[in-house]
């Protein structure tokens, strides 16, 4: 059973492209939840979603960025217009229910924005 | 709204000597507790987590850690550390039945022969 893969491992973008990062959760998992880890920081949440449904956008600044988990498919999160600030490591973690079982965590992607 | 403290943001520790993580954390909810482990260049990895029921869990690669609710603490400790458990440590809570985690800025635990 793969675990959570996470890809690509490391983008380079220049300022004002697209990012865009992609997860596909455990075999059997339905939710999803990004976090980004900033350099010295801990991980910051973002955004948790179950199959074509965001159900918890808190952790998401309010522009550019946005998430989806469609009922095909990996979950992706995408960056439009990239700046220097975006560049952190992006992971994503699946479970298979919700706040009391282990989430399982990608590798993450590193993003670096030049 | 909940918030986790990690009171050291380094640990230097010799071989085969204790060490304790510090955890705080605030919610005015009951909570699930959990202590994750990130090697360099990798995604976290579960240690142990408390949901209910004994204060003190047991974890892999010899870790535990100590539910107080009063003190609204949840320390990691190992009594004799390896160099390979050189890492970033985080300590996370989230709220029953809410489905958002909140990790702590992390610990990084230097272990030196």
């Known amino acids: 059973n793969a675990g959570v893969m996470q890809n690509p491992r490391h983008l380079v973008r220049r300022r004002g492209q697209e990012a865009r990062l992609r997860c596909s959760p455990m075999k059997g998992h339905s939710h999803v939840y990004w976090y980004r880890q900033l350099p010295e920081e801990g991980l910051k949440f973002m955004v948790y979603?179950?199959?074509?449904?965001?159900?918890?956008e808190s952790g998401m600044p309010k522009e550019r960025f946005s998430a989806e988990f469609p009922k095909e498919g990996p979950s992706i999160l995408r960056i439009q217009q990239v700046v220097r600030g975006d560049s952190a490591a992006y992971f994503c973690a699946s479970s298979s229910r919700g706040a009391d079982t282990e989430a399982f965590f990608g590798q993450g992607t590193r993003l670096t924005v030049v | 709204a909940q918030s986790v403290t990690q009171l050291d943001s380094q640990v230097p520790v010799f071989e085969e000597a204790p060490v304790e993580l510090r955890c705080n954390y605030s919610?005015?909810?009951?909570?699930?507790l959990f202590w994750y482990v990130q090697y360099p260049n990798q995604g976290l990895q579960l240690l142990l987590k408390y949901l209910s029921g004994s204060t003190l869990v047991k974890g892999i690669n010899g870790f535990e850690a100590e539910f107080n609710k009063s003190q609204t603490s949840f320390h990691l400790r190992k009594p004799s550390v390896h160099i390979s458990d050189t890492a970033e440590y985080f300590c996370a809570v989230s709220d029953r039945g809410g489905f958002k985690t909140i990790f702590g800025a992390g610990t990084r635990l230097f272990v030196k022969a």
């Open positions: 979603l179950q199959k074509e449904n965001i159900i918890d």
């Open positions: 919610s005015s909810v009951s909570v699930y």
